[in-house]
Each structure stands twice: as structure tokens, then as C-alpha cells.
């Protein structure tokens, strides 16, 4: 069932993208050369980073080729861009964290959810010259943050979405206890983090990554990697289908998931896969540093709560009105498990 309208395409390419985008609006070709007129174009939007692993280990495996299909993926730094970009037309498949996705459904945008993507795989870092109590649990921890300046990738969408849930937890008035700043993604994040523009940010692999690299310090203040954690069965990102291309052409979709599945299974089953897998979404200067890399930050892409829809239903604890779409509607049914 559809809720709300497709917003038409606007010129083949995503209009009002106000982010940097590093692929040409079109897509890209995939990375065994150009594409072939055999395959079917399948275009993606996401963000070049940890959360795109699955996609990034079914077109190195060759999954999508076998598949007939041609995934072209395009590099965006915003989960509102990739959002406007699939809900717009513009792309086929996103992928996006659950509790803008919510929120935007809830507001009459129409998306089709294919599985999730990324369990938990955030963290809460400080500046170590804040002298923070790093030692105290949940909620405890986070009471130190009255006052400060808390950076997340953008305003509005999944990072403070899912903050300003914990802060709330925590006895602390999100809109009046601390102060919210735009930060970007892993570069321009970086450079706020270590000049002192925020107190405190949100990280993520690629980040913390960064930070490494250069000799920055940083305190961690929560860990949120993993189900036991206190996200708790957390999707960090799902992949989203355009309403009219899915509903238009389910036996593509079904090939994508296919592919897509067999791009996960192979990060738990092949020893290989997740090191290719990081290096094509440009973590880690070389192989090597993508194989360290993945051993520190596997556990996201290889835990991931299963789709359910007691599952579906938890993720609505991280939107502003605790609202979940309804599950037989907006979910594609059987793509998780093709």
C-alpha cells in the first residue's frame, strides 16, 4: 500500500542537493568496468562508509552481476540527500537509518524498506580535556553533558535523533541542556572535533579512524556497537526502494535482494570478503589497513537484530513521536530471507 506521492524526477539527477555528492548524479559503473547493456541498472545512494559493507561485498563478490544486475552506486554525505534522492526518484535503492526513514513516512512520504543493513555501530566521544567520568554506566554518564555541544553528521536527522533519545533517558532536556552543531561527515567532523567547535560528538568507525590516524585523542564516553548495548536490537540503517520501482518491478527487487544477502552471508563465511568490502567503501588507506580496520569494526555488519516486526516496531523509540509505519505496508515481503 502507498502512503503519500513519489516526488517525479527532476532532471535525472537529485535536485537541491546541498551536500556533496562524489559520483555523478547518474551513478557510477560498477567496478569490473563499464556496464554492460545485458545488466540492469540498479542506481544506489549512501554514504561511503561502514554502512554500506553489504552492498560493498555483493558487487565485489560478483552477487549483483550474477544477479543481471548493474549496481551503480553514488556517494552522498547526508542521510537527508539519500532520502530525497530515493523518495524523489532519482535512486532506486538508499540506504538511510530507521528513525529519519520513520519520521519522513510519518510525514507522507512513501518508501519500501528491503532488510536492514547496519546494527548499532556508534559511539559517544569527548574531548579528553573535558575530564569526563568515562567509567560510569548508562544513563549516569551522559548527565556529565549539561552545557555541552554535542556534534552530530546533520541536523534532524538519525545521529540526533538517536542522541536526543539517550540525553533523554538521562534526565536531560535535549532542546535546552545541551546544544546541537552540525558537523558533517569523517572530514569536516574531524577537523570541528579537534579544534574544539563540539564538546562531544557522535562517532563512527570512519571517524574514530581518522582521528587515529592523525594523533587526536578522544574519550569514549559510550560504546554503542552491538544489541547489548544501550541501543539495545538497533538498526543503524535499512535499504530503502523507491515506491513506484518497487511496486513496478518486484522481480528486479528480488534480484537485488538476493545479491544483497549473498554479500552479507559472505562477510561472516568468507575471511576475505569484509577486508574488500571495507577497502571498496574507502576505509582504510590499503588492504591491509581495510583487514585491521575490519577486525576492530566487523561486529556491526555481522549483527544485525533481524527483520521482524517486533524488531520494526523498537526502532520508533528513536523517532520524536515514538511512531512506527506499519510493518505489512512498507516492508517488501520476503526480500530479507530471498
Known sequence: ????????????????????VVTACSGGSPSNGSPSAELTKVSFIGVQEQGATGYAAAEVQGAFAAQGLDF????????????????????????????????????GVCARVLRPTEGAAYGLIARPELHLDVGLPFPDVLRQLKGAKIGVAARGASQELVLRTLV?????????????????????????????????AMSYSQLEANLRATGAGFDKVLVLAGSNTPLGVFWQAVAVANCD??????????????????????????HDAGPKA??????????????????????PVIDIPPLTEQNWRYQARFTPDNYAPDFSDHVVEGCATA
Open 1 to 20: 500500500m502507498r502512503i503519500g506521492t513519489v516526488v517525479p524526477r527532476a532532471g535525472g539527477c537529485l535536485a537541491a542537493a546541498a551536500v556533496l
Open 72 to 107: 551503480a552506486p553514488t556517494w552522498a554525505t547526508s542521510g537527508t540527500v539519500i532520502l530525497q534522492g530515493v523518495v524523489g526518484g532519482d535512486f532506486e535503492v538508499g540506504n538511510v537509518g530507521p528513525s529519519q526513514l520513520y519520521a519522513a513516512i510519518e510525514n
Open 168 to 200: 533523554k533517558e538521562a534526565g536531560l532536556d535535549p532542546n535546552t541542556d545541551v546544544t546541537w552543531l552540525a558537523i558533517g561527515s569523517a572530514a569536516t567532523a574531524l577537523t570541528a572535533f579537534t579544534s574544539g567547535q563540539v564538546d562531544v
Open 245 to 270: 520501482w518497487a511496486d513496478r518491478h518486484p522481480d528486479t527487487v528480488m534480484k537485488f535482494c538476493r545479491a544483497l544477502n549473498q554479500g552479507f552471508t559472505s562477510l561472516v563465511n568468507d
Open 278 to 299: 571495507f577497502a571498496y567503501v574507502k576505509m582504510g588507506s590499503d588492504l591491509d589497513e581495510s583487514a585491521a580496520l575490519w577486525e576492530t569494526y566487523k561486529t
